[in-house]
């Protein structure tokens, strides 16, 4: 098992999509986290019993963006969310990955983009990074959320600098071209990643480029 990780809007959905592609099973952290706070769940209770029904929309579901507002501007709230959604995504990831471990899936790869901030790096065998150039990912984070330019940096900010994540990786992807050649260097690595840990690369389907 390996972990991708990397900055925000540095383009790990990308990457992830492309080791999917091949038929490597990928599990999401950020899709976990929602799982986590769905309607109905305890934890989406327990967000609303701290932050209040402000962070919920009109159908009681809960408002991401408005909680984000809350959270990325004051790290011991976001420290509190964290708190509840955290270990809820932990019990899901293993879930999911000892199903894959259940199908014999040689290999799988943990998408998350706070391995560094949560201390998490040491469970895997290896760590890809992708790092992508600071005014990329802020055009990148502004247009995709439509966010202005402070809250562009307070999400930015609520993370470690993608430059200390590149150091602590085994493996770099860098996106800062085309998505292209986003999928070309992918490849690569994914190939050295499997020769590393001894998975057969051809258990793997082949590239379309």
């Not at 247009?143 to 562009?152: G, I, K, P, Y």
């Not at 998505?179 to 051809?202: H, N, S, T, W």
């Amino acid at each position: 098992m390996f972990a991708l990780t990397g900055g925000i809007a540095s383009g790990k959905s990308a990457v992830a999509a492309r080791f999917r592609s091949r038929g490597l099973t990928v599990v999401d952290a950020d899709q976990l986290a929602r799982a986590a706070v769905a309607p109905g769940s305890d934890g989406l209770k327990q967000v609303e019993a701290h932050f209040g029904a402000r962070v919920l929309n009109d159908s009681g579901e809960l408002d991401r963006k408005q909680l984000g507002e809350i959270v990325f501007s004051n790290a011991a709230e976001r420290a509190i969310l964290n708190a509840i959604v955290h270990p809820e995504v932990r019990r899901l990831a293993a879930l999911a990955f000892a199903e894959a471990g259940a199908r014999g899936e040689p290999l799988a790869c943990y998408e998350v983009p706070l391995l560094f901030e949560v201390g998490m790096e040491g469970q895997f065998a290896k760590v890809v990074v992708v790092d992508a150039p600071d005014g990329v990912r802020r055009a990148r984070l502004a247009a995709r959320d439509t966010l202005d330019r402070e809250q562009v940096e307070a999400r930015i900010a609520a993370q470690m600098p993608l430059a200390v994540k590149v150091r602590r990786a085994d493996y770099v992807i860098v996106n800062d071209s085309t998505r292209a050649e986003l999928d070309i260097r992918a490849d690569v690595v994914f190939e050295q990643l499997c020769d590393a840990v001894g998975v057969p690369v051809e258990r793997f389907a082949r590239p379309e480029r």
